[in-house]
């Protein structure tokens, strides 16, 4: 019997103590503020409106959150649009693009496909006889075979005039690394002569630079006279039309091409020089007869 008074009354108790669910928890009661760690997990109950307005913690600082909306986000340099850019600028992007455009245009013996396709093996030609190891070669050949010294003062000269050229346009292209209008495979001369990138023309730098040293240095009939300038032109022109080069690349290269002229007739070497050079790269001492 006293057990069983004992569980009865004990159930009593459990009855009589309330119960502290939430669910059953008054309304009255102020909510605590969650922290800022919490909010993320756990989904804060829905406040009344005039609790709505005001904040958890008034000694809070908001004035970074004002900064934020005030101040806008900065684009970076390469987001945004110029809008007034400069005359010299648009002038520029314009011949640019009608370089470009016009050299596509003359590109006609750049495939065997191409309209001109037919004749391109001879503007290959063409372009070959103005190409830098064809002239070093045949500078050399003379040389050996020449037997006076004005002739090897001559040719010794234009041999040192051809590695200048050769020299220079090669630090210039490997300075600017501009791209033909075709995507075209430099060859194996190409490679021998540094002859990769597209701007300035190395042949059209070569043959007038090569034409203005013969057509100084040699007594040339004006027939022939024309036909060496011509020659130069049609050589700078031949890789134009191989898709090599652009208009600007031939243009550049021919006014490179004068200016190695008048820097080689500036320093001139005169015929004891060329005798002693001669003497050295023949690996023979004794003086020229």
């Given at each position: 019997?006293?057990?069983?008074?004992?569980?009865?009354?004990?159930?009593?108790?459990?009855?009589?103590i309330p119960c502290y669910r939430p669910e059953f928890m008054s309304l009255n009661q102020p909510l605590r503020?969650?922290?800022?760690?919490?909010?993320?997990?756990?989904?804060?109950?829905?406040?009344?409106?005039?609790?709505?307005?005001?904040?958890?913690?008034?000694?809070?600082?908001?004035?970074?959150?004002?900064?934020?909306?005030?101040?806008?986000?900065?684009?970076?340099?390469?987001?945004?649009?110029?809008?007034?850019?400069?005359?010299?600028?648009?002038?520029?992007?314009?011949?640019?693009?009608?370089?470009?455009?016009?050299?596509?245009?003359?590109?006609?013996?750049?495939?065997?496909?191409?309209?001109?396709?037919?004749?391109?093996?001879?503007?290959?030609?063409?372009?070959?006889?103005?190409?830098?190891?064809?002239?070093?070669?045949?500078?050399?050949?003379?040389?050996?075979?020449?037997?006076?010294?004005?002739?090897?003062?001559?040719?010794?000269?234009?041999?040192?005039?051809?590695?200048?050229?050769?020299?220079?346009?090669?630090?210039?292209?490997?300075?600017?690394?501009?791209?033909?209008?075709?995507?075209?495979?430099?060859?194996?001369?190409?490679?021998?002569?540094?002859?990769?990138?597209?701007?300035?023309?190395?042949?059209?730098?070569?043959?007038?630079?090569?034409?203005?040293?013969?057509?100084?240095?040699?007594?040339?009939?004006?027939?022939?006279?024309?036909?060496?300038?011509?020659?130069?032109?049609?050589?700078?022109?031949?890789?134009?039309?191989?898709?090599?080069?652009?208009?600007?690349?031939?243009?550049?290269?021919?006014?490179?091409?004068?200016?190695?002229?008048?820097?080689?007739?500036?320093?001139?070497?005169?015929?004891?020089?060329?005798?002693?050079?001669?003497?050295?790269?023949?690996?023979?001492?004794?003086?020229?007869?």
């Amino acid at each position: 019997m006293h057990r069983h008074t004992c569980r009865s009354g004990s159930r009593q108790n459990l009855h009589a103590i309330p119960c502290y669910r939430p669910e059953f928890m008054s309304l009255n009661q102020p909510l605590r503020c969650v922290n800022s760690e919490t909010r993320g997990t756990a989904r804060r109950p829905a406040q009344p409106k005039h609790q709505a307005s005001q904040p958890c913690d008034p000694q809070e600082p908001t004035d970074s959150a004002n900064k934020d909306r005030k101040e806008p986000a900065k684009l970076p340099d390469e987001d945004c649009i110029q809008l007034n850019p400069s005359f010299k600028g648009i002038a520029m992007s314009s011949l640019l693009a009608i370089d470009i455009c016009l050299s596509k245009r003359l590109g006609v013996c750049a495939y065997t496909s191409s309209s001109w396709g037919s004749v391109r093996s001879m503007i290959t030609l063409l372009a070959l006889t103005g190409h830098g190891i064809t002239w070093i070669f045949g500078t050399i050949v003379c040389l050996t075979r020449s037997n006076t010294l004005a002739g090897q003062e001559v040719l010794v000269n234009l041999l040192l005039a051809l590695l200048l050229d050769i020299m220079t346009v090669a630090g210039v292209q490997k300075l600017i690394k501009r791209k033909g209008p075709w995507e075209m495979t430099p060859g194996f001369l190409d490679y021998c002569a540094m002859d990769v990138y597209s701007f300035p023309a190395a042949h059209a730098s070569r043959a007038a630079m090569v034409s203005k040293f013969l057509l100084s240095h040699l007594v040339l009939a004006v027939p022939l006279r024309i036909l060496l300038v011509l020659w130069a032109f049609l050589v700078g022109m031949s890789r134009v039309l191989l898709g090599r080069h652009h208009l600007t690349d031939m243009a550049c290269g021919f006014a490179l091409g004068l200016l190695h002229f008048s820097l080689v007739e500036t320093v001139w070497l005169s015929s004891s020089t060329c005798q002693t050079l001669i003497s050295i790269g023949t690996l023979s001492w004794s003086p020229f007869y």
